[in-house]
């Protein structure tokens, strides 16, 4: 059974920093692109970063942008989210997803391109 499992949430004041992690299992995705979203309370999905199967290249939401940094760990099939600069606003459960498609050259922010979740961690940020 594949599964995503996210940990590293918690409560943080803001200006604070915090790391998420992913850890896969039930198969491998370091031929994977994978990604982070976020949800906040009556609000949609959000995405926030994708990252290729190389992890040398990702993409960033403008709203977190120079905040938050993906990076990935193949050899662990284990995906990070290092955020900076939390603030209210970033307040929300938190979720990693991983494409089953392999060797997908690029990676967008659309909740459809996503078949893997994980369950969510949740981030609080207080001011």
């Known amino acids: 059974q594949v599964q995503l499992v996210e940990s590293g949430g918690g409560l943080v004041q803001a200006g604070g920093s915090l790391r998420l992690s992913c850890a896969a299992s039930?198969?491998?995705?370091?031929?994977?692109?994978m990604a982070w979203f976020r949800q906040a309370p009556g609000k949609e999905r959000e995405f926030l970063a994708c990252?290729?199967?190389?992890?040398?290249?990702?993409d960033y939401a403008d709203s977190v942008k120079g905040r938050v940094t993906a990076s990935r760990d193949n050899a662990k099939n284990t995906m990070y989210l290092q955020m900076n600069s939390l603030e209210p606003e970033d307040t929300a459960v938190y979720y990693c997803?991983?494409?089953?498609?392999?060797?997908?050259?690029?990676?967008?922010?659309?909740?459809?391109?996503?078949?893997?979740w994980g369950q969510g961690t949740q981030v609080t940020v207080s001011s």
């Open positions: 997803a991983a494409d089953s498609t392999r060797f997908r050259l690029s990676c967008n922010s659309a909740v459809s391109q996503y078949n893997y």
């Open positions: 039930g198969r491998t995705f370091s031929n994977n692109v």
């Open positions: 990252i290729r199967s190389s992890g040398l290249r990702a």
